[in-house]
């Protein structure tokens, strides 16, 4: 290299588990950039000085994985209105003049990928159902009411939680507990996952498919080389069902543009490049 690479790359506690490092290295290939994206391990209290290091050696970007979402949005001089509605940052621009401004993507990415996906959804069609009300869930929440949805249903096994989620965005979301989310899906347009339920390890999502439109498009953000038994079902009935693996693909775009300069395609060879063993 004839100049100073670009650099960039994502940090979290632990980050061995990260795709985003072969996501980034198969764009920065693709594109013929002279440049690195590292996955970097950070403890919780050394986030602020890992930022300012990263800073110092001309990073130019970092995603933020857990546990960091919360605290990398606290940390920034400046963050978007949605990252402020979420309470949580995962796109950090380290900008020249030292500042750091925070976004979050990850609900642009949920609804490019129900875009990509089918392209015929619209979150106006009727109520959605959120399975969840963790930090997935509060970027989910988030773009639908964006996007417009009449009404966002959110339940969860605590529903304390999703109380607290409905009572930050107000209406039209509202609370239901746990039990109550079977004849939620009833009338839903929109079904998705958020709960690590169904991804290996752990148990299945406790919810049947009967009874629910056959126009519901069901989603789950978990991913990997196989679809979730949540999907899985889904599609076997004929539902239009996708994956959580495009949202981590199309969250990965503004950074990467932001950083690189170039706006990423996210196609199949992208998804090959990531899933490969």
Known sequence: MTAAPALAGVVGWPI??????????????????AGYYIPIALPPDGLAAGLHALRTLGFRGINVTIPHKEAALALADEATDLARAIGAANTLTLRTDGTIHAD???????????????????????????????GSARAVVA?????????????????????ALAAHFGPPVVALPWAAAGVAAGDAAVIVNTTPLGMAGNAELPLS??????????????????????????RRRGFAAVDGLGMLLHQAAPGFERWFGVRPEVDEALRRAVLAP
């Not at 795709?19 to 693709?30: A, E, F, I, K």
């Not at 629910?212 to 080389?225: A, I, R």
């Open 16 to 33: 061995g588990h990260s795709r985003s490092p072969r996501l980034h290295g198969h764009w920065l290939r693709r594109y013929g950039i």
């Open 104 to 134: 979050n993507t990850d609900g642009y990415g949920f609804v490019a990928n129900l875009r990509q996906q089918v392209p015929a959804w619209r979150a106006g069609a009727g109520p959605a159902l959120v399975l969840g009300a963790g």
């Open 143 to 163: 773009a639908l009411v964006a996007e417009g949805a009449p009404e966002v249903r959110v339940t969860g096994r605590t529903l304390s939680r999703a109380e």
């Open 209 to 234: 498919l009967d009874g629910v439109p056959p126009t519901t498009l069901v989603t789950d953000l978990v991913y990997g080389g196989e679809p979730t038994p949540f999907v899985a079902e889904a």
